[in-house]
């Protein structure tokens, strides 16, 4: 995971390469910024349904899809592209 300091705070990135569902690396990037273990974290279906996420981009061959989601979990502000980057930035509150 890199870090990058701004005038809004740190935003952390982490990339999803496709290996295994995106749902996962992104309670695991969270779990490790807030040194928490996973089963400790707010379950993510509570703030999006998780299916919908981990095959939001999934394409065939022949097709791409460009995109961005952005959302709050465990105290963080989550954005997600179709890339596969993940960038999260620390809310002020815990949703």
Not at 51 to 76: I, K, M
Request: net charge negative; proline share 3%; charged share 20%.
């Amino acid at each position: 995971m890199s870090t990058a300091t701004t005038d809004r705070g740190e935003i952390h990135h982490v990339h999803h390469d496709g290996d295994g569902q995106l749902s996962d690396t992104l309670v695991d990037a969270v779990a490790s910024l807030t040194d928490t273990a996973p089963a400790d974290l707010p379950p993510l279906d509570d703030r999006i349904n998780v299916a919908a996420l981990d095959a939001l981009w999934e394409t065939d061959a022949d097709r791409s899809a460009a995109g961005c989601l952005t959302f709050t979990y465990g105290g963080y502000v989550v954005v997600v592209r179709s890339t596969g980057a993940v960038f999260l930035r620390e809310t002020t509150d815990s949703t």
